[in-house]
């Protein structure tokens, strides 16, 4: 469950934990499948195999694939591609006749298990409403925290801000600054309104905005750019920058 939590960055609790995997069918030394890389384990998969009954009241054995997941620091070896031709043929040794991915449409292997023979044969339209922006916030910080920053910006103060989808179009935000090469927050604010600060680069995003940028980061990384020039022109995306902040990305 920690692996799990570590890859996917918020993968569940203890009690999801239990739900999924204290059943009588499954078995860990037959259901999980683990990538190990010297001796350290950096990846695997869940396998599950379940039994469907034809219209000719024959069964056939099923396979699904669930829980794919690769190290942070281990990302970009192939990792996810041995964990699934690996669970393939652990199927096929077992004789499931088909192999079946329940996933949705915003997760990675909806773009990634057509590359391993899976198609598309139905799925209904996915939604989402944020409920809670103050949580989702905290995660687009944490995910920002993530990233290395060019010398040049040391010191450089950042201001992030979310207009939720209300009729008021509240604000929330986050305030950073770069110190060594990394983002740190300056402030906690949960408030629903948040002050005008001196900062050298304001990002403001409308919500629907910041969820499509987020998905297609994850998913087509090929349209990012198209995305953000869409937000740019409907102005749902904005950048407010300072003199200085021109100057250490022109000048260095």
Known sequence: MEMLNLCYGRWGSKERWRKRYHQSEFDITKNVLVVEESGKWIG?????????????????????????????????????????????????????TLGLGFISIYAIPFVALPRYGFVDIFYPQTKIFVLKPERFIHYVSRLLQLANFPKKLEGIKIQLAISL????????????????????????????????????????????????????????????????????????????????????????
């Open 44 to 96: 695997g998969v869940t396998t599950w195999f379940r039994e469907a009954f034809l219209r000719n009241n024959k069964k056939i054995k099923l396979y699904i694939a669930g829980d794919a997941y690769v190290h942070p620091n281990h990302r970009g070896k192939g990792v996810y591609s041995i964990s699934m031709r690996k669970s393939m043929e652990l199927a096929q040794r077992k004789g499931a």
């Open 165 to 252: 989808n209300t009729p008021q179009r509240q604000t929330i935000g986050r305030v950073f600054e770069v110190k060594k090469r990394k983002l740190c927050e300056l402030t906690d604010e949960s408030a629903p309104q948040i002050a005008h600060r001196k900062t050298d680069l304001q990002v403001t995003a409308d919500m629907n905005a910041l969820l499509k940028i987020l998905f297609v980061f994850y998913l087509k990384k090929r349209s990012l750019l198209i995305i953000l020039l869409k937000a740019f022109l409907q102005r749902r995306l904005k950048l407010g920058l300072s003199i200085s902040f021109l100057k250490k990305i022109l000048v260095g």
